[in-house]
């Protein structure tokens, strides 16, 4: 008989310590983080309290949620299992489905969002993305996804539908629908804004598609079942479109083939996403999807490394005097405008699509959920803390004169420079004419729209802890990194877009439902590209480079998605008998509800032209009437008042359909508690993993 070995610490203990160790290194980093003033603070300390934050986020307060709110059960056949047809229920290893799903819900979001919200400081944005991922985000994701795999797979707008009722069930769909048009159209204007005369930029991004298409082609004609080598050739390919975009750049004939203002790479990018919504899925979706995931985690990575490598000092300060509203980036008080500009780094309406769509579909075990929902949600977050630390390690002056539009600064160098410095952020037109010239561009003044300012604090990056010498390539390795994310979501997007529509015309004609009768694609894809391809026009002849007109709608539009989606998690915890467990959702839920409410509010009622959509729409309105306007400024200056006008009403209709389903869910939790009837959950019955093979054998 074998005697046990006592342990010199306590069975339980050791894991014990190792997670206490873990908690109080996380809370000395966010302290450091949040108590320091004056001084600057090593970048390394936001990777600290970034990864002990997830990990004891995951440990604990996930596995938490599966064992007690959701109950999952391993011994339970998903929809992969019951439903497989090998088409869109097959069942699929777990770390495939991953990167899938990460590839799906990391758009430009986490990259873009922290960036802008930069101009408050590194500290708000900081504590935001990480308690709301932790606490929100992935509790969404992690949710949402739960409930659409008990219920087949069934997306957002059904699972409103089955749950709510008719009312509530097309309020969210509507709404789900009109807030893609308005995320379609924010991703298409940072495209642009980042290729904006640059034709080492836009030559490398316009190479991405021929790639793609090329890859797809290989990987079911020319070399079927070889995905590792169409995978190694693929991301090969990308990497050399970046080196090739450099030698288009110095050709003179082929150079101006590829510098474009924003008006024509405007319907460049519109066109793209009318192609790639009509091409079959593997031909251009899928093949692009697949290698932007080897792209996006590998950046993000390398990103980590070189900061550990480099751990480069924060430049920003933690709170800036923007905080009051009067930023160059966009305007609007901290409250609630920090909260809606990180749209995607904290918590994400557009994750619920995607959580309910394809990915419950693939899952083989209940557990996998955890992983993949809460897992999934917290390494977008990391991306989000990358991008954060990329801005705040530039210059503070380089910063703002990067991501100010000239009309808040000035159109010369010579006037940005001087607003900028008077701001006390001292920077000059030789040092921005050098650093433009380092990253291989013409200028870098005011590249509104996050991209362009991320790139220079990537490359700064990998310059300094890779290679000095190789700074341009750096620089348009994460222009292009940045296109990959954003086209990605772009062209899934107009995609899953199009489904919802037909979804809702099937309901008046059958045929026009059918999502493979081509007359229809053909049809619902124009309705969808026209929809955000209009909303990205006018940003892009907006003289303020857009960014103040359509990100604030846009981090509006995706919260109140996320509120949606957490309505409707919360009226399924409810129907469920989960009552006691309800706060889980429902404080996100009214954490949301009072961010988007008081954003809403304001972009309505202030009297600011650079807040309010209507106050906007008639300052314009009298500078026009009063001929103050240059006459290019005059010229759209009837289309930009009709656009902010029609913004105001638009955020206006996302709170009453918002607060519809709000309605429509209390509604529902108060027949229940007075024992009247309501509709059914919609849970699909309980199938044993096991008796399910057995019989299949």
């Not at 405008?337 to 075990?365: D, M, Q, R, W, Y």
């Not at 341009?472 to 107009?494: K, N, S």
């Not at 998690?569 to 954490?591: C, D, E, F």
Request: aromatic residues 10%; neutral net charge; proline residues 5%.
């Amino acid at each position: 008989m074998n005697t046990p070995t006592t342990p010199i610490v306590p069975q339980g203990w050791s894991q014990r310590l190792l997670w206490l160790g873990i908690a109080i290194t996380g809370a000395a980093a966010a302290g450091g983080i949040a108590l320091n003033r004056g001084e600057s603070i090593n970048a390394i300390w936001f990777i600290v309290a970034a990864i002990c934050t997830y990990l004891i986020g995951y440990r604990f307060y996930s596995a938490w949620i599966a064992a007690r709110v959701l109950m999952l059960d391993e011994t339970r056949a998903t929809p992969a299992v019951r439903l497989a047809d090998g088409r869109d229920y097959v069942p699929t290893n777990r770390w495939v489905v991953f990167g899938h799903h990460f590839a799906a819900i990391a758009g430009p979001g986490p990259l873009i969002g922290p960036t802008l919200a930069a101009q408050f400081g590194y500290l708000p944005g900081t504590l935001w993305i990480l308690v709301g991922s932790v606490l929100a985000g992935c509790v969404q994701d992690m949710v949402i996804l739960f409930c659409s795999m008990r219920r087949d797979g069934r997306s957002l707008g059904q699972m409103a539908r089955d749950e709510l009722g008719p009312i509530g069930g097309f309020a969210a769909l509507l709404a789900t629908f009109l807030i893609m048009i308005i995320l379609i159209a924010v991703l298409g204007l940072v495209v642009v804004n980042a290729m904006k005369h640059s034709p080492w930029a836009t030559s490398t991004v316009a190479a991405t598609i021929p790639i793609a298409v090329f890859i797809g082609l290989y990987m079911r004609y020319l070399r079927p079942g070889r995905v590792l080598e169409g995978s190694l050739l693929g991301v090969v390919l990308l990497l050399l479109s970046v080196g090739a975009g450099g030698w288009v750049d110095q050709q003179a004939g082929l150079r101006e083939w590829f510098n474009h203002p924003g008006l024509p790479l405007a319907f460049a990018v519109i066109g793209y996403g009318l192609l790639a919504a009509i091409l079959p899925v593997w031909l251009l979706l899928a093949p692009r999807d697949y290698l932007s995931t080897f792209m996006k985690l590998g950046t993000v990575i390398l990103l980590a490394v070189a900061i550990v490598i480099l751990q480069p000092e924060i430049k920003m300060p933690a709170l800036t005097q923007f905080i009051d509203g009067t930023g160059p980036i966009f305007a609007g008080s901290l409250f609630p405008f920090v909260f809606i500009t990180i749209a995607c780094g904290a918590i994400s309406g557009f994750h619920s699509l995607i959580s309910s769509g394809t990915t419950p579909k693939l899952l083989e075990n209940e557990r996998d959920i955890r992983m993949i929902g809460y897992g999934g949600m917290a390494l977008e977050s990391f991306v989000a803390i990358m991008a954060l630390i990329a801005a705040c390690v530039l210059d503070p002056g380089v910063y703002f004169a990067i991501n100010s539009p000239a009309g808040i600064v000035g159109a010369t160098p010579e006037a940005a420079v001087a607003t900028i410095t008077s701001w006390g952020f001292p920077v000059t037109v030789e040092q921005m004419n050098q650093l433009a010239a380092t990253m291989g561009e013409a200028t870098l003044f005011a590249r509104t729209g996050g991209a362009p300012s991320l790139a220079v604090g990537m490359a700064s990056i990998f310059a300094s802890a890779f290679g000095e010498h190789l700074l341009a390539m750096w620089y348009h390795f994460a222009i292009m990194f940045e296109a990959v994310f954003i086209l990605t979501t772009l062209d899934a997007g107009t995609r899953v877009g199009r489904f919802m529509l037909q979804d809702m015309l099937g309901n008046f004609s059958p045929k026009l439902g059918q999502t493979s009768w081509y007359p229809s694609v053909v049809l619902t894809s124009t309705i969808v590209v026209a929809g955000w391809g209009y909303f990205l026009y006018i940003g892009v002849i907006d003289p303020n480079g857009g960014v103040n007109i359509l990100w604030p709608l846009f981090g509006i539009s995706n919260q109140l998605l996320a509120a949606i989606a957490l309505t409707v998690a919360t009226s399924i915890l409810i129907k469920t008998g989960r009552v006691k467990y309800l706060w889980v959702t429902a404080l996100p839920l009214l954490w949301l509800l009072i961010l988007t409410t008081t954003a809403v509010f304001e972009k309505i009622s202030s009297t600011d032209p650079r807040v309010g959509f209507f106050a906007a729409a008639s300052d314009l309105q009298h500078k026009l009437d009063a001929g103050l306007l240059a006459a290019d400024k005059a010229a759209v200056a009837p289309q930009l008042i009709f656009n902010q006008q029609l913004d105001a009403w638009l955020a206006m209709l996302f709170v009453v359909l918002l607060y519809l389903v709000v309605g429509d869910m209390l509604r529902m939790a108060w027949r229940r508690h007075c024992g009247l009837s309501i509709l059914p959950s919609s849970e699909t019955p309980y199938v044993a993993r096991q008796h399910l093979q057995s019989a299949q054998e």
